[in-house]
């Protein structure tokens, strides 16, 4: 079983590599593109989630959503569970951005998943939901 997980850490790898490669929609660094899409499925987030989720130190999230902050892709509020803390939205550009990246980067892998004969095809989309649950988890 090692074998064929280290295989598939690999491919995974080198299939988002490809993925982050491909990307026509986003200047994006990599931590921010994470950041960003965490922010879109959890907002609103603190920073300290942001860090242990995406994962990075506390730090480099805090510069993470500066960034997204001055591009005007987030922006930050009172917590509603905490008006002390701040939590972190997407604005309308960032929506924009997390829906055309994620249009542009299912047709970049649908294009590679063509490429699979249809029972192939039908076992990697499979996987991807368990996949899923795992990444959840996280």
Do not use: W, Y
């Amino acid at each position: 079983m090692a074998q064929e997980a280290l295989q598939l850490l690999v491919s995974m790898h080198r299939i988002v590599r490809h993925l982050r490669r491909s990307r026509t929609t986003s200047a994006l660094h990599p931590t921010q593109f994470l950041a960003l899409m965490l922010i879109a499925d959890e907002q609103p987030i603190r920073i300290g989630e942001i860090a242990n989720r995406v994962p990075c130190s506390q730090p480099t999230a805090t510069t993470t959503v500066a960034a997204l902050e001055d591009a005007g892709l987030v922006r930050r509020e009172p917590d509603p569970g905490d008006g002390r803390a701040t939590a972190v939205v997407l604005t309308a550009a960032g929506a924009e951005m997390v829906e055309a990246s994620g249009r542009q980067a299912a047709d970049e892998l649908g294009k590679l998943l063509r490429r699979l004969d249809d029972p192939d095809r039908d076992l990697v989309l499979r996987a991807g939901a368990v996949l899923a649950q795992i990444a959840d988890d996280l």
